[in-house]
Every structure is written in structure tokens, then in C-alpha cells.
């Protein structure tokens, strides 16, 4: 399983500190190729051919002002943005995108949640997945806590989402914290093998506390049971989703679990 770090768009500073770390790869804003100016996409692309490692991922996928459930879906600024996106991502290395997006996959109050749910595998199956197979592009429907979103918080609803979206770039994420708040285990992952074809993983902290870190070796979460299990189901990428002030020391710390974890 190859190992990655998520940056923004513009901290194209970290990008040559990652590959120096040993990451395998980085994980961008999905906002930030379908947004950014000609300038600050060309000086980001220019920095990931310098650096030796590639954006293979990019997450938050759908900004709130473009919602994709609801009583007005703009499907051609929908289809606009997405275009963009996977278009600029394919020139540096995008394999994944991953669709979290709480804001605007969230069913609004008063909306038939029967009607969001087919809205979202029209969305997935209709929309996204032909112009992500024109570029190679896995598109991973990440399950998010309810504080979050109210629909899709646990691996297995991400799963029947990908199903009832009926299209094979159309899969799910695993994301240890994420998971926590669930009440999802290792063992969750295992019953979907096949199914599971990108993690996050970060320190998730004691559930009920909103909070995410870079992992230390002296961190007691039991990283191994969760990579073994994303191992067995065959997913082939992890990034480290995470806060940090301090990224080339937060990365550093981070690696060393890497490191131990590959073993």
C-alpha cells in the first residue's frame, strides 16, 4: 500500500518536504484544481514535477455552492466544475478524488432523504464517473460523522451508495476517525474487500473530541489492525488527513509510524 499526505492547494511549499519525508504521494484540494487561477495551477503543477512525487488524490471534491442533493441541482455547473478538475488533476498524477463533501451532498431539512439518496447515485453513476473514466479517475465516497452530514457515516452506507451508483470508478473511502465516531472496526473494512479503494488515517483522538493529528510513535492507537484490514480489502492508497502547525515535524513523526507500519 503506498502512503501519502493531504496538502492544500497553495502549501505547495510542503510538497518537497513530503517526497524528501519518503511520502509516496500527496493528497490535494479538489477545490483548488477546479479554482484555481491559470498562475497558481501552473506554479503548482511545476512544483509537483520538481518535487518526484505526484498529486495522486485530491479531497473535497464538491464545494456548498454546488449541492448535489435538493430542489436545485445545477448539473451543467456541476458537470463544469468536475470537467476542470479532472482534467488539471490528470496533468500531475490524479488516480483519486474523494468525495466527502458533507455541505453539499447533506440533505436539506424538509427534503425527501428516499429522493436525496437517488439524487446522489444519479449525481455519482450519471455525472461524475464518465468524465472520471475519461481520466483514468476512481472517485471514493467517504462516510462522515453525523455531526458532519446526515447521510452515509459508516463504510458499509458508502458502500451501498457506490452499489446503487452501479459503476466501477464509483467506490468508497475508509477513514480511521471518521470510523471512531461510527463504531466501525478493522473488521468492517475486511467484510468489504474489493470495495475499499482509499483510506485517511490520522491520531482520530478519544471519540467525541472533533480533533485530528499526525501520528506519533508513542501514539496507543492501533494503526497496525487498521492498515492490516485496508491491506486484506485490497486498497491500494492511505493518506494522513490531519491538523498540523508544524508540517515538516508533524510529517517526520508521521513517517516513522509509515516506516514501522511497512515492515
Known amino acids: 500500500m ?5 496538502l492544500g492547494g497553495k502549501e505547495i511549499n510542503f510538497i518537497p518536504v513530503a517526497a524528501k519525508l519518503g511520502y509516496d504521494y500527496f493528497e490535494t484540494n479538489f477545490g483548488f484544481l477546479a479554482r484555481g487561477t491559470d498562475e497558481e495551477f501552473e506554479e503548482f503543477k511545476k512544483t509537483v514535477f520538481e518535487s518526484g512525487i505526484k498529486c495522486e488524490a485530491a ?19 456541476i458537470k463544469a466544475y468536475v470537467e476542470k478538475g479532472m482534467s488539471r488533476g490528470s496533468e500531475t498524477g490524479l488516480q483519486t478524488v474523494v468525495f466527502g463533501s458533507g455541505g453539499a451532498r447533506r440533505i436539506p431539512d424538509g427534503f425527501s432523504y428516499a429522493e436525496g439518496i437517488r439524487q446522489l447515485g444519479y ?10 473514466a ?4 476512481t472517485v471514493v465516497i467517504e462516510p462522515l460523522r453525523a455531526q458532519e452530514c446526515n447521510m452515509i457515516n459508516t463504510v458499509n452506507e458508502g458502500v451501498i451508495l457506490s452499489v446503487l451508483a452501479g459503476k466501477n470508478n464509483i467506490q468508497t473511502l475508509a477513514d480511521i476517525y471518521h470510523m471512531k465516531f461510527a463504531g466501525d472496526t478493522p473488521d468492517n473494512i475486511r467484510m468489504l474487500k474489493g470495495s ?12 467525541g473530541i472533533a480533533k485530528r493529528f499526525y501520528m506519533k510513535p508513542s501514539d496507543e ?7 492490516d484490514a485496508l491491506e486484506y480489502a485490497g486498497c491500494p492508497r492511505c493518506s494522513i488527513e490531519a491538523g498540523t502547525s508544524d508540517f515538516a ?10 516506516k514501522a507500519l511497512r515492515i
Open 2 to 6: 503506498r502512503y501519502g499526505t493531504c
Open 59 to 77: 479531497n473535497c471534491f464538491m464545494p456548498n455552492d454546488l449541492p448535489v442533493t435538493g430542489p436545485s441541482v445545477d448539473y451543467d455547473g
Open 123 to 132: 449525481f455519482l453513476g450519471e455525472i461524475v464517473s464518465p468524465i472520471a
Open 221 to 227: 492507537c492501533d494503526y497496525k489492525a487498521f492498515v
Open 196 to 207: 475499499i479503494k482509499h483510506a485517511h488515517i490520522s491520531n482520530p483522538m478519544p471519540a
Open 134 to 137: 475519461k481520466y483514468g479517475i
Open 249 to 258: 515535524s508533524d510529517a517526520e513523526e508521521a513517517a516513522k509510524v509509515i
